[in-house]
């Protein structure tokens, strides 16, 4: 999710991964005024091999304050599930325009 215009550093960011898209990495941007209703974690999230769930907890500068596991199924099921709905919004990036 970005926000939009994009910042200096997700222009950056867009350029860098046109690399690793030409070699097949699958990329996506949903612009965040497109999510207000879909439900989403709190915090920075990632869904480790489908059953681990681990959340990035920043303070307001960014700096990671702490990192939260949990393998608790019912977390886990809405976080992929979070990302699928996202995902599935979002514009692929060869046809999203910076």
Not at 10 to 35: K, N, S, T
Not at 72 to 84: A, M, Q
Request: hydrophobic letters at 40%.
């Amino acid at each position: 999710m970005v926000s939009e215009p994009l910042s200096e550093y997700h222009r950056f960011a867009y350029i860098f991964a046109g690399p690793g898209v030409a070699a097949g990495e699958q990329m996506r941007y949903l612009p965040r005024r497109l999510v207000s209703a879909v439900p989403l974690p709190g915090n920075d999230c990632f869904v480790l091999d489908g059953q681990l769930a681990m959340f990035n907890v920043l303070d307001g500068n960014n700096n990671r304050v702490d990192v939260q596991l949990t393998d608790n199924p019912d977390v886990v099921k809405f976080c992929r599930d979070s990302f699928e709905a996202a995902w599935m919004m979002a514009t692929p990036y060869p046809q999203y325009q910076v």
